[in-house]
């Protein structure tokens, strides 16, 4: 739950958490599609997670983001 962190705790709590599946195929380029963009880290974890499985063009789209 990170309701209640800030936005550098957020990204420091997801650090390592999304991981791809062993033997996946991850293509060149990607589309991130997240519900909600709060404060970016969970994009950034997914975005770390396929850079590191040989993603080069990684891109995200968001349906609602929240304001402050």
């Known amino acids: 739950d ?3 962190l800030g936005r550098r705790q957020r990204i420091d ?4 958490r999304l991981r791809l599946k062993e033997g996946t195929a991850v293509p060149k380029r990607v ?3 997240d519900d909600v963009c709060t404060t970016g880290a969970t994009i950034y974890a997914a975005c770390s997670a396929l850079r590191d499985a040989g993603a080069e063009s990684i891109h995200a789209l968001t349906f609602a983001q ?3």
């Open 2 to 4: 990170q309701r209640e």
């Open 13 to 16: 709590n997801m650090k390592g």
């Open 66 to 68: 929240v304001l402050d």
């Open 31 to 33: 589309l991130v599609v």
